[in-house]
DNA sequence: ATCATTTAATACCATTCGGTATATTATACT
DNA sequence: AGTATAATATACCGAATGGTATTAAATGAT
């Protein structure tokens, strides 16, 4: 080896990444890319295959953040109910804090791509998979703690909190009135005893 | 007016919707619509403008089609809770049984081009909010009828409902276990009280 | 210092994109 | 029958698409 890549390909990556979350699929080109990428084109072929591969390569940097994400901001409280709402709320806030809503990379996937590809079908269940399964835990450790019921059924509010999870996320891209989204949570979130 | 138009112009739309539905937009090209609705090229852009237009046009189909078959559905039974069981079920059971699953057309459009077109941010918004109107219409006629409680909040109840009808909507579309989103259905409805 | 090697940069490839100009064909009215 | 009109069909447009071949530049090892 001898001549060093001058570009960082974990933050070339994180620009892709941002770029394919808030665009999708077919709608960004390779000039488009290697213009936020900061990189030329022929580095990005010889760096991340094709313009395929480079997804999924940002999809699974995107579900691997998501995720620890997720789990993060459910560890970080005391109340369960809490930790679900503040996960909730924390999400709204933010969809209608920025202009352009992007939304949920894995979700816009599932929507564009899923359907389409094999690869990307079985990608993103397995990311949703593994939400509902965080949620579970979530659940149990409510249960074990005394702040929740014990008869509650928690794989089917773990999945149920999945669902309202992308419906929200969803919905929110549409720029509803406020009540509309916090009303629905509300009552979503009533469902945890 | 003299040589008359050799294609009916509501059948060709309708195949555009049905393209457009599975596809997206961006991922739609004039070839395929041409090929798909039988027509010529030319006769495409005298009749329906241009990719966008017709793109509306479908899609406001779309929604019309969409908005009086969940009405008819939600009227076709005595009892509003098994209206609206029946109503996530044959979704679900629908979903399924195609191969390749194409969702709703206005939850594709949501995520594909309602942050990026405020045209179709309102269109598809406005969509959504009259679904959950006539949840709630047919909410209260469960109230009068004495078959729900009178003291339900009917309009955050709808919304959920809206809310959960789009979670699973997408969810589908990565072919989740059949027993994830049945769980979570039957959580949902349980709401209807 | 030279040389092999890998990068970066420019330029280019065929194909497809959305959209039209042009020419031809068919029909309702005079 | 002739003509005006509008729909068809073919061919074409410049621009943009995803992807590369080629050239120039930079660095570690000898």
């Known amino acids: 080896m001898v001549r060093q890549r001058e570009f960082d390909k ?3 990556l994180d620009d892709a990444m941002e770029l394919f979350w808030e665009k999708g699929y077919a709608a960004t080109s390779i000039s488009d890319l290697t213009a936020t990428m900061g990189i030329q084109r022929p580095s990005l072929y010889a760096t991340f295959g094709d313009k395929e591969k480079l997804f999924e390569a940002a999809l699974r940097k995107y579900t691997n953040l998501h995720a620890s994400l997720i789990r993060k901001k459910l560890q970080n409280t ?5 930790a679900f709402r503040n996960l909730f709320e924390e999400m709204i806030e933010e969809e209608y804090k920025n202009k352009v809503s992007k939304g949920c ?30 949620f579970q835990e979530t659940l149990l450790k409510g249960i074990k703690s005394g702040e929740l019921e014990s008869n509650l059924d928690v794989k089917a509010l773990a999945q149920t909190l999945v669902v309202a999870l992308i419906g929200v996320t969803v919905l929110l891209k549409s720029h509803p009135e406020r009540s509309f989204v916090d009303k629905s ?9």
């Open 105 to 134: 990379f894995c979700i816009n996937t599932i929507v564009e791509l899923a359907p389409h590809d094999e690869k990307f079908e079985i990608l993103t269940r397995e990311h949703e998979m593994y939400l509902s399964v965080i």
């Open 78 to 82: 005391t109340s369960v109910k809490e």
């Open 10 to 12: 974990e933050k070339a």
């Open 185 to 193: 949570v509300t009552l979503i979130l009533s469902l945890i005893k």
